[in-house]
């Protein structure tokens, strides 16, 4: 598996208003079994505000990792940026869906 830097650059890039998953950050860095170290990657993250972690999201679109960002401060980021959130789910997933194995050809 890549290591954290290489996490990083590719959440760097997912454009505002749109997320990924762990998987997805995975897999397009080789390692189609790695969404848990992508996790762990994202947890590392916090603090570092130039990593838009709160867009790296479970395969079903569930804020998985909303109990490190406090509160509901993961849902407040999204809306933010135009998505709905209901039941810690993104409303829509799909057609908000960036997927870097595509986007990044």
Do not use: C
């Not at 170290?37 to 998985?64: E, Y």
């Not at 998505?83 to 810690?88: H, K």
């Not at 993104?90 to 595509?102: R, T, V």
């Amino acid at each position: 598996m890549a290591d954290f830097d290489a996490i990083y650059q590719v959440v760097s890039l997912i454009p505002s208003g749109r997320v990924t998953s762990y998987g997805a950050i995975a897999g397009y860095l080789g390692s189609k079994g790695g969404a848990r170290f992508v996790g762990w990657a994202m947890n590392a993250s916090h603090g570092q505000a130039s990593i838009p972690a709160h867009r790296v999201v479970n395969r079903n679109g569930v804020l998985t990792g909303k109990n490190f960002f406090g509160g509901n401060r993961m849902q407040e980021l999204l809306e933010a940026e135009g998505l709905t959130i209901q039941n810690d789910q993104i409303l829509n997933f799909h057609s908000h869906f960036w997927d870097p194995s595509i986007e990044l050809l």
